[in-house]
C-alpha cells in the first residue's frame, strides 16, 4: 500500500507562484509515473502533469505548459509541482497520483491517490 499526502496549497494572488510536494509513504514509489490533476468546483478532474519513474520525460497539459513544472525527488519519495504565473482558473483541489501507465491520465489513471489540496487564485 502507498500513502501520498499532498501540500503547499494555499491562496495566492494572479501572476503568484505555490510549489506543491507530494510524500509518499508505505511504500516506495520509485517504481511509478507520478502524475498531478487538478478539480474545480462543478467540473470534472483532469489531469494536470505526469513524469516518469526516472524523471526523464515529462507531460503537461495544454492549459499550464510553459507555467507548470513537475520534478521528482526518488531518494525522498516526493514528487512536486512548480507553479508560476497562476491564473484564476487555475483555482481547483490538486491531486497527486501513483500512475497504472505513463501517458493514460482517464479517472482510473491512479493505483493510488492522496487526499488532495486546496489552491486558490484571486483576480
Known amino acids: 500500500q502507498v500513502q501520498l499526502v499532498e501540500s503547499g496549497g494555499g491562496l495566492v494572488q494572479a501572476g503568484g507562484s505555490l510549489r506543491l510536494s507530494c510524500a509518499a509513504s508505505g511504500r516506495t514509489v520509485k517504481s511509478y509515473a507520478m502524475g498531478w490533476f487538478r478539480q474545480a468546483p462543478g467540473k470534472e478532474r483532469e489531469f494536470v502533469a505526469a513524469?516518469?519513474?526516472?524523471?526523464?520525460?515529462?507531460n503537461y497539459a495544454d492549459s499550464v505548459k510553459d507555467r507548470f513544472t513537475i520534478s521528482r525527488d526518488n531518494a525522498k519519495n516526493t514528487v512536486y509541482l512548480q507553479m508560476n504565473s497562476l491564473k484564476p482558473e487555475d483555482t481547483a483541489v490538486y491531486y497527486c497520483a501513483a500512475l497504472r501507465v505513463f501517458g493514460v491520465y482517464d479517472r482510473a489513471a491512479g493505483d493510488y491517490w492522496g487526499q488532495g489540496t486546496q489552491v486558490t487564485v484571486s483576480s
Open positions: 513524469i516518469t519513474w526516472s524523471g526523464g520525460i515529462t
